[in-house]
């Protein structure tokens, strides 16, 4: 990983197939800060690309100096922040993050909160909203059936097509206690710090490589695609196509809320007050792409129902798979 030069100046960040530039008074390396791990593959570029990068990709200014507040304007953002409010730069990370979403968009690829695996040559992708079991099936599905690591939380998927891809996604476990304690029990996992919160609330992030996951290296082609459900008590699997219109409506809300800005609020100094207005940055040409996207997940590939045991879960997707 390229770190920042000592002296202030300009950086051109990159974060699967987003671009950004960072303009700042301070030096500081932004693939360092806590909002890194949230940007799949983010690194600083050399000086010899920098200069590559087109016009159209949007550059974030930030000023140590001056009233706390976002300004967009054209061709980016201006962020005015005191540098002891920016938790390590992660404020300045959170809204490089957007810029980025902006330009992979631009290319084909989209964000989506989800799991992703590797099973062979096929891409799996775990949909399903906060406190589903996508994490759960997804540590199953790698420490017990063979699979590796894309994404956990988010996922980059998309591409020119017609035949997709998942292109990236964040590398790291964010393991909810509750969900270890209920599903993931079997299963030889870190245990969190003490943090005065109930089970629910507790949540750690963990590297694959202290639990035993391998990550795949590379994109792996989006063959699969299972919405997902744990429930410890059931009975047996259910399992079923779906393409109501809650999960499609669903799956576009989530293919557009990083792009839209709906994800990202940036909250800022101890009062933890929003920085400013985020604006969409959506076009009609993104929206159209990943309505083609989706429509292929649904009509072309099938969305797959799966609810039960987080283990019985990931023994079918991955019999399914293979």
Known sequence: MTAVSAEPGVVLLESAHGLCRLVSARPFDPAATPAAPWSPGLRVLPDAERDAAGPEVLTCWYEDAGPAGLCWEDGGVRVRLPWQDTAGGAEIGYVAAVLMERDRQRHGYFTLHSASAALGRSGVLLLGKEGAGKTSVLTHLCLARGAELIGNDLSVIGGPGPRYEIAAGTRF??????????????????????????????KWMVDPADAGICVAEGPRPLDHVFSVHVDESQDGLRVEAVDDAATLLHLHENAARYVRGTATHVLHGRARRPLGYLPSLDTESFYLHRVRVIEHLATELGIHYVSGPAAAVAAHIAEAVR
């Open 173 to 202: 476990l964010f393991l909810r206690q509750a969900s270890v304690s209920r599903s993931m029990r079997a299963l030889d996992l870190p245990a969190p710090a003490r943090t005065g919160l109930d089970s629910w609330r507790t």
